[in-house]
């Protein structure tokens, strides 16, 4: 009775193993993080739109090339300062699909309000 309860058990182990690894297949821990390089200055980044894929790794890396910048995209959480000569790291999974805007949120001048963008994740 012992060796079969055993030999149930080592089975069953083995079948969550697969089930496990199967379900696992395909997902974002497969997939290569996307690194996007952007660059903040007066009025603008370069570039202001972005397409990224949903579910799979995202780092986008800012640079300012004049002066102390912010980052917001507050439909995905995300927010940062962009200092220069410093390369400023976000990094983030996109859960949703759609076009989701961000702005800078530190005043840079007249011409603020336009320095603005798009994030479009794909399904």
């Known amino acids: ?3 079969e309860f055993q030999r149930l058990a080592i089975g069953f182990g ?6 496990t690894g199967l379900a696992s297949f395909g997902t974002s821990a497969d997939q290569p993080e996307q690194v996007i390089k952007i660059t903040a ?6 570039p202001a739109e972005v397409t990224v894929k949903k579910g799979v790794p995202v780092t986008l890396e800012f640079t300012s090339l004049d002066r102390v910048h912010g980052f917001n995209c507050p439909d995905l959480g995300i927010r940062t300062d962009i200092v220069p000569e410093k390369a400023n790291r976000v990094h983030f999974v996109p859960q949703k699909a ?4 961000y ?10 309000e ?6 479009i994740v794909a399904e």
């Not at 200055?41 to 370069?46: D, G, L, N, Q, V």
């Not at 336009?114 to 994030?119: F, L, P, R, W, Y």
């Open 1 to 3: 009775m012992l060796r």
């Open 14 to 19: 083995i079948a969550v193993i697969l089930v």
């Open 41 to 46: 200055k007066k009025f603008e980044y370069s």
């Open 98 to 101: 759609g076009t989701f805007e």
């Open 103 to 112: 702005h800078c949120d530190v005043f840079c001048g007249d011409g603020h």
């Open 114 to 119: 336009d320095m603005t963008g798009k994030i």
